[in-house]
């Protein structure tokens, strides 16, 4: 049957269309979402029977066991064909029960009437043969969210070198969103990007030759950063809060934390320059 079938008719339901009445029950309102769609990640067996036909329902009984054992190879849409007369016409269907496998949005193969279960099981490890690899995807394999809009912008800002206009969106996500760890880390990392990018060298020989000068230090601890060269930087900062008190050693203490910030907690060098820091102060 494949190919033989216009389903595109069946996109849009009509108004007014029953909602569906159980996991494995399709109507025409959501034929679309549960057969069409989804026959491009795991083949779907359309099975139409009546209510008015014990046979056909026995059938479909049969599918919804077998469907529960098939672990997610493929699913079933049990449509009642007299209250849904649209999709039993788009497949031609001239007896009840017929059961369709639709894959890629396009009817594979198909049976009409009761089988014993051998049978139905044959024919659909079959039809999940014939579709293996073919398909979009595991639809059980976890799938990645969405990209958030902010973010991507934030980012196209950072790529084109304005960091004052990414630091501004993730300003932005922050305020919308306190909670928001990974804008909070971006936020850090760009700020001290803006701070750190456009101090001289020279800061470090400079803060070297004026110990008490706690500007310098500053200075001279972001541009080691910068450098990559954090257990500098952090030193640097932790023996000027050991030769310092009051304001200056809480400016001096809070940009520390902020430089520790700027890494995972768990990393051995923020371990160490965290007791260091615990030292210096009791």
């Known amino acids: 049957m494949s190919g033989a079938v216009d389903l595109s008719a069946l996109k849009q339901p009509p108004a007014g269309a029953p909602a569906a009445a159980g996991d494995h029950t399709v109507t025409e309102a959501d034929f679309e979402t549960k057969v069409l769609r989804r026959s491009a990640q795991v083949p779907v067996v359309v099975a139409l029977y009546s209510q008015r ?24 849409a049990a449509v009642e064909a007299e209250s849904n007369m649209r999709i039993a016409q788009a497949f031609g269907v001239q007896g009840i029960p017929t059961v369709i496998a639709v894959a890629g949005g396009q009817p594979l193969a198909d049976f009409q009437g009761n089988q014993p279960e051998a ?6 490890a079959a039809v999940v043969q014939a579709v293996e690899g073919k398909l979009e995807g595991d639809p059980s394999a976890p799938q990645e969210p969405p990209a958030d809009p902010r973010f991507a912008a934030a980012e196209a800002l950072l790529e084109q070198g304005d960091l004052a206009g990414a630091e ?10 306190p909670g928001n760890s990974e804008a909070k880390a971006a936020l850090r990392q760009v700020k001290f990007l803006r ?3 456009n101090l001289p060298e020279s800061a470090i020989a400079t803060a070297d030759a004026d110990p008490g000068n706690v500007a310098a230090a500053l200075d001279a601890a972001d541009v080691e950063l910068f450098q990559q060269q954090p257990e500098a930087a952090f030193d640097r900062l932790i023996a000027l809060v050991a030769r310092t008190a009051g304001d200056e050693r809480t400016t001096v203490r809070t ?17 160490a320059a965290r007791r260091k820091l615990a030292t210096a102060l009791y």
């Open 255 to 271: 940009r520390l934390l902020e430089l520790f910030e700027l890494f995972d907690q768990a990393e051995p060098f923020v371990v």
């Open 168 to 177: 501004s969106a993730y300003e932005s996500i922050v305020e919308q969103e």
């Open 53 to 76: 036909s014990p046979g056909s329902i026995e059938l479909v009984q049969l599918l919804e066991r077998l469907v529960g054992e098939a672990d997610g190879t493929w699913e079933l």
């Open 119 to 124: 049978q139905v099981s044959q024919w659909l």
């Open 195 to 197: 701070r750190a990018q």
